[in-house]
């Protein structure tokens, strides 16, 4: 078989996951220090501590004023489910999905929620569906950046400012990369593990004036778990949106994601997360243009992700091969680029075509995605050197 020649230079941090995703720039153990740990989360020092979270937060993603902020349980699926469940059944629903975790939501509503007056607005891998056809005299819930599938909407304009219904958007993959038209949405949501690299643990939830009024107006028909609870006699229970958790975060997440929050301002806040997010999007833009094999599985240049970068396989063998085995010619890829310590948790989400996922959001630096994109040609030269031994 066919011997393919190994590029010389590797990264310096192979981590490329899509989440948690890697840590930011000269990150150590030793930057948690002042982590309360041992302490309620309940005691002055810890409140402050997620206070500081909550100000942080506001501050770099310059989240309105008149926005509430909320540390709430479960990581971003929590903070979804959260608003779902408080938030729909008031009046009918578009549901906008073009990928594994915007389906998800769709599967809660129809499936869990049972919503009679739901509406799907859907498109495959690598498209955005039809955004005018979406009626937002409805409530409406997309994702603004499609994790598993590299598509995001461009911007904000497909939204009226004098809608009806509420936008509830799941920014998980987008926040701190894009910039979100907080004016156009009423919930917004996302993780510490995306794009900052912090650990698991808990989610966030952005409501809009709108939505608190939502809440304070409607109650749902069905009940509703403790860690759903947002109201309390009607009222909106404003501790949560001031670092009262409804459940115990860890202290040790808490002061990582606060060091994320101070890196993040100490190179210039959010003009300067997404300056480096676009930096590293064009790095393996620059690739793909050059490549034989590589293509975007997003189609339209102006749809695709600057985090969570998915690209797929365009060589005609490649192509030419059954669902199986495009499936393990990618897989091979992904296991030699692992095991080679170059590249680590890169392959396409398991609902995905087959392809690579690369993780170029903030943390990443541009000089490990260009050592990496050579790789990605040996990985590519070796699978079919070894397809080819095998005819």
């Known amino acids: 078989m066919t011997t393919v020649a190994k590029p010389g230079l590797r990264p310096a941090n192979p981590n490329f996951s899509s989440g948690p995703c890697a840590k930011r720039p000269g990150w150590s153990l030793e930057a948690l220090a002042d982590a309360a740990l041992g302490r309620s989360h309940r005691a002055k020092i810890g409140k402050s501590k997620l206070e500081r979270a909550i100000d942080l937060t506001r501050e770099i993603l310059q989240v309105p004023a008149d926005y509430r902020i909320g540390i709430v349980p479960a990581s971003d699926t929590g903070a979804v489910e959260m608003a779902l469940w408080s938030l729909l059944g008031e009046r009918g ?35 955005l569906p039809d ?5 937002f005299d409805r409530d409406v819930v997309f994702t603004w950046n499609g994790t598993t599938s590299g598509v995001r909407v461009p911007n904000g304009d497909f939204i009226p400012a004098d809608r009806q219904g509420l936008t509830i958007c799941d920014a998980t993959s987008a926040a701190f990369a894009q910039r979100l038209d907080f004016a156009k949405l009423d919930v917004v949501t996302f993780s510490w593990q995306k794009v900052l690299g912090g650990e698991g643990a808990h989610g966030m939830l952005i409501l809009s004036p709108r939505a608190v009024q939502r809440l304070e107006s409607y109650k749902p028909a069905w009940p509703l778990p403790k860690i759903f609870r947002l109201t309390s006699n009607g009222k909106l229970i404003e501790g949560i949106f001031k670092g009262e958790t409804i459940n115990t975060p860890s202290m040790l997440a808490v002061e990582d994601y606060l060091d994320a929050l101070g890196w993040a301002k100490s190179i210039g806040g959010l003009d300067a997360l997404i300056a480096r997010a676009d930096a590293n999007f064009a790095v393996i833009d620059r690739f793909v243009a050059d490549s034989t094999w590589a293509g975007h599985l997003a189609v339209d240049p102006t749809t695709r992700s600057n985090t969570s970068v998915c690209l797929s396989i365009v060589d005609p063998q490649f192509l030419a091969l059954d669902g199986d085995a495009r499936a393990n010619f990618a897989k091979a890829m992904v296991a030699a680029l692992d095991k080679e310590g170059v590249a680590y948790d890169i392959g396409a989400y398991r609902d995905a075509p087959p392809g690579l996922r690369i993780w170029a959001g903030a943390t990443v630096e541009a000089s490990d995605l260009e050592a990496l994109v050579p790789w990605l040609d040996w990985a590519f030269a070796s699978q079919k050197a070894a397809l080819k031994a095998a005819a």
């Open 93 to 127: 629903v578009d549901m906008v999905a073009w990928e594994s975790f915007g389906a998800g939501w769709v599967t809660d509503v129809v499936k869990q929620l049972k919503l009679a007056d739901v509406r799907k607005i859907e498109a495959d891998y690598g498209s």
């Open 131 to 135: 955004l005018s056809a979406i009626d």
